[in-house]
């Protein structure tokens, strides 16, 4: 065999093939060029029902509250987007009132709604002090408890919060320690929304404390009857907690199975925990390209179905927790 050339151009060896591009990222719009300029021609010739719409669902989430609401978010089937319909709420809250919002995150430890809220360093939480020591903190005099509150992101609202438990759930059993968190949460919030983790633990420390509770639906059959239990339960062990029910579609489901799914809940008593305004159908949240990729939620690149049925959600969910003694 002869020996091979050194000056002969070799054959390159074939490229590698790209990590496929997710096609959903975080600076995707809302809504697509074809689905405004569709929206645009319509509105030549009937009139656009958003900002009217819209105005109503604002004017819904600035009701003024005497004492703070305890607003809790969980659901009994895992990945139905709690975590997102927490930061959802937090942010429509925080940019439509001028009181205070706070979110906690209890027992949450992968830390999915520091995400969604946009932190630049999630190891902060471990840093801080917490909402146990915060309560701990109630019972001592001339203590500067506002000063251990911190922000994590410069480009969340500045009436937002983001506050964890704390290290651990050992202390759930304290009444002293759970009543002076729900005293501290009132003084301190108009609106508190708790991102609530499925456990009996937390279930008999935190919502008897609540003023209502969202229970997130995922878009299939299976989950309505699932949701209906768990509602029902929660009803008869804690009556005084108003439930809102909510249809959330983070799997973009195919047409079929939303009827489908929708074919259920009238089936269910879900309909009968909604005040008689919404008796109709429940509350929807169909999250959009920008929601789904699980990152930084930005309001403004919200479709306005998503901007329209967040805002309905918040309203409806303000006027059970009023109502609510």
């Avoid at 973009?252 to 199975?257: D, E, G, I, L, V």
Wanted: hydrophobic share 35%; with cysteine; glycine share 4%.
């Amino acid at each position: 065999t002869m020996p091979a050339n050194p000056l002969r151009k070799r054959n390159p060896a074939r490229p590698e093939k790209k990590a496929a591009v997710p096609r959903y990222t975080t600076t995707t719009p809302g809504d697509s060029w074809w689905v405004r300029a569709t929206r645009s021609v319509v509105n030549l010739v009937v009139s656009d029902p958003f900002p009217e719409a819209y105005q109503r669902a604002l004017k819904g989430c600035q009701t003024s509250v005497l004492t703070g609401r305890r607003i809790g978010i969980t659901s009994p089937l895992g990945g139905s987007g709690a975590s997102s319909t927490v930061a959802l709420l937090g942010h429509q809250l925080a940019d439509s009132r001028k009181e205070p919002t706070l979110v906690v995150d209890v027992l949450n430890r992968d830390g999915a709604t520091l995400r969604r809220l946009g932190p630049r360093n999630p190891r902060k939480v471990s840093e801080d002090k917490g909402l146990e020591r915060l309560s701990e903190l109630m019972n001592q005099r001339d203590v500067p408890v506002h000063q251990h509150f911190h922000t994590y992101s410069d480009e969340i609202s500045r009436h937002l919060r983001f506050l964890p438990w704390g290290d651990s759930d050992e202390r759930l059993d304290d009444r002293a320690l759970m009543q002076n968190t729900f005293q501290f949460l009132s003084q301190t919030a108009a609106v508190t929304l708790l991102d609530l983790p499925m456990s009996d633990h937390v279930m008999h420390a935190f919502y008897p404390g609540l003023h209502a509770l969202i229970v997130p639906i995922p878009m299939y059959p299976a989950a309505v009857d699932v949701a209906e239990s768990f509602c029902n339960y929660i009803h008869h062990s804690y009556p005084h907690v108003a439930l809102v029910p909510v249809m959330v579609d983070s799997i973009h489901a195919s047409k079929r199975q939303v009827r489908l799914t929708k074919q259920s809940v009238r089936h269910t008593n879900l309909r009968s925990h909604l005040p008689i305004s919404r008796k109709t159908n429940l509350p929807e949240l169909s999250f959009d390209a920008h929601v789904a990729t699980g990152g930084r939620l930005n309001m403004e690149l919200l479709s306005e179905r998503e901007r329209l049925q967040v805002a309905q959600l918040g309203a409806t969910v303000l006027s059970v927790a009023k109502a609510t003694s």
